[in-house]
């Protein structure tokens, strides 16, 4: 069974702050995906960043990175100087082998303040 | 316009009722998934196809059914709808390239209320 957690329920910074999201996951699987999405107020979800189990390279994409570490099952997301429009629910998500079923964890409620 | 469509995007009913949902996707996706989201517990997938023949339960198909009519269009029915079906509920498309699973695309979201 695979399993996702996101032990930070909701986090508040004030603008400019770094924030890391935390992601753990569960998986018996050898080859497996690991995804980041945004929900913004307006309900949508946003796909963040997809990462597979054989690349552990961490990747900067503007304001946002993520560190990919096997060794410890984890998969964080850390936005660098937030801003208020980053104020979102975030889910770290997973998909093993057979590429059937995403497990989301329970989501990060991001509130940034000015 | 948007690749991924949900329709209604709101509805209140009663328990009891038979509601449909439907999703249609312009990206010529094969595999298609219905999640539905509750507060803290992130998406739970529900049902999902990965072309028009295969229709396969996810996590939590009890009280829900699907049909696959055609590439671009997935239905998720409420055969008697109950309170605890309250929830937002997702389609997501995505495709497979060989080895490589890529990320799914979500529609807007339903909100569905069952009194």
């Known amino acids: 069974a695979q399993k996702v957690t996101q032990a930070q329920t909701e986090i508040s910074v004030v603008e400019k702050e770094d924030v890391t999201l935390d992601c753990v996951y569960e998986?018996?699987?050898?080859?497996?995906?690991l995804f980041w999405y945004k929900q913004p107020p307006s309900g949508e979800l946003v796909f963040l960043i997809r990462?597979?189990?054989?690349?552990?390279q961490n990747e900067i994409s503007g304001r946002y990175s993520w560190n990919f570490q096997k060794s410890t099952s984890s998969f964080n997301f850390t936005i660098t100087a937030s801003q208020v429009v980053d104020s979102a629910v975030y889910f770290c998500?997973?998909?093993?082998?057979?590429?059937?079923?995403?497990?989301f964890g329970g989501g990060t409620r991001l509130m940034v303040k000015p | 316009d948007a690749d991924v469509t949900q329709t209604p995007r709101n509805r209140i009913t009663k328990t009891g009722k038979r509601i449909m949902l439907e999703c249609s996707q312009t990206?010529?996706?094969?595999?298609m998934y219905w999640y539905r989201q509750d507060p803290g517990l992130g998406l739970r997938l529900i049902y999902y196809?990965?072309?028009?023949?295969?229709?396969n339960k996810g996590e939590i198909s009890d009280g829900y059914s699907v049909s696959r009519q055609a590439q671009a269009k997935f239905s998720l029915s409420l055969e008697s709808a109950i309170p605890n079906q309250t929830a937002l509920y997702f389609c997501?498309?995505?495709?497979?390239?060989?080895?490589?699973?890529?990320?799914?695309?979500f529609g807007p979201g339903t909100r569905l209320t069952v009194l």
């Open positions: 997501a498309t995505s495709d497979f390239s060989g080895a490589r699973y890529n990320e799914q695309f």
């Open positions: 998986t018996r699987d050898t080859t497996y995906y």
């Open positions: 990462r597979n189990s054989f690349d552990e």
């Open positions: 998500a997973l998909v093993g082998n057979a590429g059937n079923m995403l497990t």
């Open positions: 990206k010529g996706h094969d595999r």
């Open positions: 196809s990965f072309d028009v023949k295969d229709i």
